[in-house]
């Protein structure tokens, strides 16, 4: 009985632990490029690439979304696209040389070049797919050149890949594009994260998360006034950078938002420094969420003038520096006042101004990042539809969860702060002791950065996490109880067994045990040679007793126990963490 019921608790024990999931975070800073070239920074993802280590900056990609110029673009499904590959410029950048002047700016702008023949890891295939990346990027015809084409043209191929500090990928697909595909103002090499992402796929199979989940802060740019580094966490998302309720929605891929990030815009005003507010769009509007957007807003053309009329100010033009497409004023005319956005699915977000009007920011032709303090840029792009657009500088005042695994995606407002606490997602079939999670938490498996500014909030155990605790500790009491139940019963059944009964060689009493002893000492046991050679007669049969008889009481124990990484799982966590997980998406509102 005992030998049936140990296997089934120490697989329930194990599927306890299975209800935990890894997690980690990539920062999003500023990184200088070219360590020659004074001001040479780009803001992305930091990653080294091939043997010797190549540095090169990537943007997170989730969608390439083009400028419909018409309605009927909108209709024809042309104005989209996905991205789930991750793809590396080599000296063939194929820069926009309209507006970026120079190889070097190119180069800069690009977050360096990624030179295939110059790494020894490097292992050229048929093509992309034939190298393990995604099939395809879009079931339909991207705005942006050539994207629908990507797959097919790039020349595919593996390498190894190392992001921050977590540990190399290796042998990770990589597509070098041989066309030009993009308009050149989100060009930093592209880290797909669509539903098929590579990336994903890859850190899901090796253990290194728990879903195929992703979340999303951009930070606080271009101000002295407490400036943060953005992140995006995999597996999971960051507590700390959370504030108020969450918002949960279905991914939508209808209509021009390939992101699936689509929601409605109800209300945008703009918040004067005197303390009036100004509707600058009142109409319930439908909108798509685009991270990889330069810009905070893209709307349709009328609303750049609205917006000039309602702030008494004149625009001097367009930028084609790094907010490619956002109006210019001259710095002592220009707004000063914050603007809010409120969604139909109830998530209010107030953008600051330094976020939404920071300085206009340039590169010279020798790659340097410049600011023109004389300028300032409102992050605000025209579009040729009734649609609204929401780029990553909308992320620098919410925080975003997608979540393949479900098709939803999550919002709150965010929380400004270095402190981080991240917080797994597990997939809700992972195992059956889950059943009782909620979208599948976990416990922690990352440190916890506490802000010393601000005192921790309480923390409470999920009902999930509560159940496998509870199921752990029962299990191993019952393995522990059961185990030295074993163990006794066999002493006892040892301490029963009657001693062998032996002929005696001679009538004289102790003649047989004598005999016995001398044929023991005379044979040394196996390996003990050269000791056996330099003990008397009496030690050599006290050696030789202490020698073969075994504990079997211990070796029972021993046998009884399953090994290590039964118990625990063959993958070894990227971080070990304190604590549970808690993560309750709110209901979805009805959409319109």
């Known amino acids: 009985m005992l030998r049936l019921l140990l296997p089934v608790l120490l697989y329930q024990v194990a599927g306890a632990a299975e209800c935990t999931g890894n997690v980690f975070?990539?920062?999003i800073k500023d990184v200088l490029v070219d360590?020659?070239?004074?001001?040479?920074?780009?803001?992305?993802i930091p990653a080294s690439v091939g043997t010797p280590e190549q540095d090169v900056v990537l943007l997170p990609w989730a969608s390439v979304l083009g400028t419909?110029?018409?309605e009927d673009d909108s209709k024809a499904d042309n104005a989209h696209s996905e991205l789930n590959n991750t793809y590396l410029y080599d000296e063939n950048a194929y820069c926009d040389d309209t507006v970026i002047w120079s190889d070097t700016m190119c180069r800069i702008r690009r977050g360096s070049l990624y030179l295939e023949s110059d790494s020894t890891s490097w292992q050229q295939q048929t093509d992309l797919v034939d190298a393990g990346g995604a099939t395809q990027e879009t079931l339909n015809p991207g705005a942006e050149a050539g994207v629908k084409d990507l797959v097919s043209t790039s020349l595919g191929g593996t390498d190894n890949i190392r992001f921050a500090s977590t540990g190399i990928l290796n042998g990770f697909p990589i597509g070098i594009p041989r066309l030009q595909w993009d308009n050149g103002y989100s060009i930093l090499h592209p880290l797909g994260m669509g539903p098929n992402s590579s990336y994903l796929n890859t850190l899901l199979d090796a253990g290194s998360i728990g879903a195929r989940v992703w979340s999303l802060y951009w930070g606080r740019m271009w101000t002295d006034d407490n400036p943060l580094d953005g992140s995006m966490v995999l597996g999971g998302y960051d507590e700390r950078l959370t504030m108020g309720p969450n918002y949960t929605a279905p991914l939508d891929y209808s209509g021009i938002c390939s992101t699936g990030l689509k929601t409605n815009v109800i209300d945008i005003t703009l918040n004067f420094r005197g303390g009036k507010d100004v509707k600058l769009l009142e109409d319930e509007t439908p909108a798509c969420i685009v991270p990889t957007r330069q810009n905070l807003l893209g709307l349709e053309a009328s609303y750049q003038t609205l917006f000039q009329n309602l702030t008494e100010t004149d625009t001097v033009g367009d930028s084609f520096g790094v907010h490619w497409g956002s109006m210019l004023f001259d710095a002592d005319n220009a707004y000063d006042g914050d603007i809010t956005i409120s969604l139909a699915t109830g998530l209010s977000v107030r953008i600051p101004n330094d976020q939404f009007v920071p300085p206009a920011v340039e590169y010279d032709r020798n790659g340097s990042r410049i600011f023109n303090e004389s300028r300032k840029a409102v992050l605000m792009e025209r579009l040729g539809v009734n649609?609204?657009?929401?780029?990553?500088y909308f992320l620098?005042?919410?925080?975003?969860?997608?979540?393949?695994?479900?098709?939803?995606?999550?919002?709150?407002?965010?929380?400004?702060?270095?402190?981080?606490?991240?917080k797994p997602v597990v997939r809700k079939d992972a195992t059956n002791i889950c059943s009782n999670s909620t979208l599948g938490t976990g416990a922690n498996n990352t440190p916890t950065q506490e802000d010393p500014d601000s005192p921790s909030p309480p923390r409470k155990l999920s009902t999930g996490a509560m159940a496998g605790i509870i199921v752990g500790a029962v299990a191993l009491a019952l393995v522990t109880a059961l185990a030295a139940l074993f163990l006794w019963r066999k002493k006892r059944q040892q301490a029963n067994v009657p001693p062998p009964v032996l002929p005696p060689k001679e009538k004289h009493g102790g003649q047989y045990?004598?005999?016995?002893?001398?044929?023991?000492?005379?044979?040394?046991?196996s390996g003990w040679g050269s000791v056996w050679s330099s003990r008397s007669g009496d030690s050599k049969t006290a050696l030789h007793q202490s020698y073969v008889q075994p504990q079997t009481a211990e070796l029972d124990a021993a046998q009884a126990q399953p090994p290590h990484s039964d118990m625990h799982g063959s993958h070894k966590p990227v971080y070990e963490m304190e604590g549970p997980g808690h993560f309750t998406p709110t209901p979805r509102s009805k959409r319109s």
Do not use: C, K
């Open 387 to 392: 649609t609204v657009t929401l780029g990553r």
């Open 25 to 27: 975070a990539l920062p």
């Open 35 to 44: 360590s020659s070239i004074e001001n040479s920074y780009v803001i992305g």
């Open 396 to 422: 620098t005042a919410s925080y975003l969860m997608v979540d393949y695994e479900e098709d939803t995606f999550t919002m709150w407002n965010a929380n400004p702060t270095t402190a981080s606490s991240l």
């Open 513 to 525: 045990e004598l005999q016995v002893q001398e044929s023991l000492a005379s044979q040394p046991p």
């Open 68 to 70: 419909p110029h018409t």
